[in-house]
């Protein structure tokens, strides 16, 4: 069985850019979450989705921003990029209802 | 929320048993508590969770006292590639805004 796929791997962008990382659950997961890892930091929840909807969000400005697909994949969107939004973006997928949560591997975002 | 409160680092040598104690304190009736390990530069990976007594897999066993106040991550036989952070988390559903500690920093020496 898959697991959690993040795509992409690293991205490099500059001050005030826009940046999209994407994430796909495993198949059959409906809820999908986003965190941010600084290096050497503990990870901070973002975002979670469940059918399409936003369920729940962490204490991020409204810059970050993303959305579900019908096929349960999903996109962080990241507008008006700052030097300190360099970090490790986490995607994990879960069950509906279920707490245990499987991570993919991360997109390492440098912002320059 | 229930918070939770771990020991930020600990050290042990290989092949000897490892307990993590995490507080909370303030758990509600409904929250559960789940163990996740992660190695550098990678997702954390679930280990284990309970909601009372003891439960064990093939990784680890959770002892949950009567209070459920704290829970124990107990790992048997410890080796180097067991050198991670591991995090505790108690709540209801996993995405009721998941707060992910600072984990506790396991080294393990040969």
């Known amino acids: 069985e898959a697991g959690v796929t993040q795509s992409p791997t690293h991205l490099i962008k500059t001050r005030g850019q826009q940046a999209t990382l994407r994430c796909s659950p495993i198949s059959g997961h409906t809820s999908v979450y986003w965190y941010q890892q600084a290096l050497g930091l503990g990870l901070q929840f973002l975002l979670w989705?469940?059918?399409?909807?936003?369920?729940n969000r962490g204490n991020f400005p409204p810059r970050f921003s993303g959305r579900q697909f019908p096929n349960y994949s999903s996109e962080l969107n990241v507008n008006a990029l700052e030097l300190e939004d360099s970090a490790l973006y986490l995607c994990a997928s879960s069950l509906q209802g279920y707490n245990e949560q499987f991570f993919g591997p991360g997109t390492r975002l440098t912002v320059l | 929320l229930a918070k939770t409160t771990q020991p930020i680092s600990m050290d042990s040598y290989e092949g000897q048993e490892v307990n993590i104690t995490c507080s909370h304190n303030n758990i509600a009736t409904n929250d559960y508590i789940t163990w996740y390990q992660q190695f550098p530069s990678q997702g954390p990976r679930f280990i284990i969770q309970?909601?009372?007594t003891k439960v064990t897999n093939e990784v680890a066993s959770l002892f949950i006292p009567a209070d459920r106040k704290s829970s124990t991550l107990s790992l048997p036989r410890v080796s180097l590639s067991d050198t991670a952070v591991y995090y505790c988390?108690?709540?209801?559903?996993?995405?009721?805004?998941?707060?992910f500690g600072a984990g506790t920093r396991l080294f393990v020496k040969a």
């Open positions: 309970g909601y009372k």
């Open positions: 989705y469940d059918e399409g909807e936003e369920r």
């Open positions: 988390l108690v709540g209801e559903r996993a995405g009721f805004k998941t707060i």
